[in-house]
């Protein structure tokens, strides 16, 4: 098992930035892909990001150039540095881990965090 608490959210208005921090407990966090996913009311959880065990990362279109996820294993810890945030950014955001990594889809990823609230003003 691993557990997940995120944090870092809150309200910023837009081009401003957030760094969320993701938290894990449990397992050997080294080993795990930890994956970020936002919701926003009404839609589907989305993909954001990852980083593999290795440190390589991926990023959805919508945020590449703007966000940047790495990772402290020392800390246990998973980071999403959000800049030059838009409106359309507001969401819950989850953190994720998997192990080994499956791919970019919620459905493959076991363990979830609570989710911080992300909202960008205009």
């Known amino acids: 098992q691993v557990q997940l608490v995120e944090s870092g959210g809150g309200l910023v208005q837009a081009g401003g930035s957030l760094r969320l921090s993701c938290a894990a407990s449990?397992?050997?966090?080294?080993?795990?892909?930890v994956g970020w996913f936002r919701q926003a009311p009404g839609k589907e959880r989305e993909f954001v990001g990852v980083?593999?065990?290795?440190?390589?990362?991926y990023y959805a279109d919508s945020v590449k150039g703007r966000f940047t996820i790495s990772r402290d294993n020392a800390k246990n810890t998973a980071y999403l540095q959000m800049n030059s945030l838009k409106p359309e950014d507001t969401a819950v955001y989850y953190c994720?881990?998997?192990?080994?990594?499956?791919?970019?889809?919620?459905?493959?990823?076991?363990?979830w965090g609570q989710g911080t609230q992300v909202t960008v003003s205009s």
């Open positions: 994720t881990a998997n192990n080994p990594y499956r791919g970019n889809h919620y459905s493959l990823y076991d363990y």
């Open positions: 449990g397992r050997t966090f080294s080993n795990y892909a």
């Open positions: 980083i593999r065990s290795a440190g390589w990362t």
